[in-house]
């Protein structure tokens, strides 16, 4: 049996090779992939603690984030409790402690709580001077003191999202 292809046939044929063929390379750019959010992870006792480089900051709400007075960081903190007690509590305010060049932050949300029953990302509010900020923007790390079980460590975020993390003895 012989097969015969008309030239609009093929011509059919051929635009549709193209497109799928072009369509393949367009998709394997939504892997969803990109680039990784820089993170840092350290172990407190029997909790898991991992600080990512995508803090949040925003400005005074009436003058907006170019001519603020103050501003709010918000650092994301993954807890994970990896011990066997049935629960464990902790509030913001004997956990989290915030610094920019030795100035210790105003943690705004100190009575929410953290709990060993989940593993969840807790999202600490500290209120920072104008003059913190410029640091910060400048090359200053903001410092956020981690303090679970008696163990304290000390996350470092540089302005450009790189996080370092070390064990210390206080804040």
Known sequence: MRNVFSRR??????????LAASAAGVLTGCDG??????????GLG???VTMTGNMTITGDEVVGNENANGYLCKPNVRIR????????KY??????????DKTALELT????????????TYVPQFRAKASGYGSFKQGVPFKLYVTLQ???AEFALTSDGKVTVSAVDKV
């Open 150 to 152: 008696g163990r304290t």
């Open 109 to 120: 949300n100190g009575k929410e709580e953290i709990s060993s029953k989940l593993t969840k």
């Open 33 to 42: 992939g990109g680039s990784e959010i820089p993170s840092a992870t350290i």
């Open 46 to 48: 029997e909790f898991e």
């Open 91 to 100: 509030n913001f305010a004997g956990v989290f402690v915030a610094k920019i």
């Open 81 to 88: 409790y990896n011990g066997a007690a049935s629960e464990i």
């Open 9 to 18: 046939d093929f011509l059919k044929a051929s635009a549709a090779a193209v």
